[in-house]
C-alpha cells in the first residue's frame, strides 16, 4: 500500500482551536452516557448480574454507527475505504481491539460505577500515561523537570478527586473502587496506547478510513464480550429520547476520533495533550447543568490542580508548536 503523502502542515492556530473544540465534544459523553443508559432501561437493580454485560452491549452499538458514519465521510471525502493492504488490516485491526474494545471496556463499566464529575477527571489519567509512554518512544519527546512536577500534580489531582465521597472518617477519604474508579485508570492508559497505535498507523492510511474501521471492529469485539457477560439486544427499552442519544453520541464519536487522529499526526503527543484539560471541565460543567453532580471542595480542588499538572508538562512542548510539521513518526523519531 502507498505510503500517506503528508501536506504542508496545519497552523499552531488551527491545531490549537480544532483540539479545544474536539476535547470540549468529548466531555459531553460523559453525562450523556448516563442519561441514555436510564432511558434504555440499563438499572443494577432490574438486570442484576447481566448489567454490566448488558451496558457493553448497549454502548457498542455507539461505536459501531460511529465506524459506519465515519467511513461514510471517508467515501464522500473521496478516499478508498477498501484499499488496505494485509499489514494495515492487521495493524486497525489491533488498534480497534485497543482503543475501542479494552478502552470502551473499561471506560463504560468504569463510568457507571462512579459519580459523573470524578469520572471526567480520572478518565484524564490517559495524558501521564500518554507522556510516559512517549519518553520511550520518541526520541524528541524525552522527559523533563516540568513534565515530571506536572506529572506530580496530575496525579494529586486524581488522588484528591477520590475524596468526594461522603465520608464520616478520614480513611474513606481515599477509598479506592476497582469496578469504578480502577477501571477509569485503566481506560486512561489503553488510551495512551491507542493513540500513539493512532500516530503511527495515520502515517500510511487515511485518517478517517483508519478511525471507521478501528470503530467498526472494536465494537464487535466490544458486542461479543457484551453478550458473553449476559448482554442481549431485547433486553434494551427503546425511547426516542434514548435513541437520539445514540446517534447523536455516535455522530459525536466519529466527528471527535477522526479530528484527534488527524490532529495527532502534525503534533507531538505531549503538545496537544495540554488541550484535554478542556475535557473535565466541559464534563463537569454538563453534569451540573443537567442537575447529575454538584461541585465540593475536594472536586474543585482536584479539578484545578489536573489541569495545573497537564498545562505544566505540555508548556514547553506548545513554544514549538509551529514546528510539528516534523513530527509526524517515522523511523527517525521512534527510539
Known sequence: MNNIVKKAAPSALVLALTSIFVNVLWGTPFPLVKVMYDEMNLQPAILGDDYNGQVLTAISLRFFLAGI???????????????I?????????????????????FFNIGLVHTVTIKSSILAQASIFFSILLAHFAYKNDRLNK???VGLILGFVGLIVVNMTKPTANLSQLFSFNLLGDGFMLLYGLVAAIGMMQARAIGSTLP?????????????????????????????????TLGTILLIFLALLSSVTFGLWYWVVQYAKIGEVSMYKFFMPISGSLLAIAIGQDLFTWPLIIGLVLVCL??????????????????SVPNKNDVK
Open 85 to 105: 493492504n494485509k499489514k494495515q488490516w492487521i495493524d486497525v485491526t489491533s488498534m480497534g481491539l485497543v482503543s475501542t474494545t479494552a478502552a470502551y471496556f
Open 146 to 148: 516540568a513534565k515530571w
Open 69 to 83: 458514519i465515519t467511513l461514510i465521510m471517508a467515501a464522500c471525502m473521496k478516499q478508498k475505504i477498501f484499499a
Open 309 to 326: 499538572g497537564i498545562i505544566a508538562v505540555n508548556k514547553p512542548d506548545i513554544l514549538r508548536l509551529n514546528k510539528t510539521a516534523k
Open 207 to 239: 485518517v478517517f478510513v483508519m478511525t471507521g474501521w478501528n470503530l467498526l471492529i472494536g465494537s464487535i469485539a466490544l458486542f461479543i464480550i457484551g453478550i458473553i457477560m449476559g448482554g442481549s439486544l431485547s433486553l434494551i427499552h427503546w425511547t
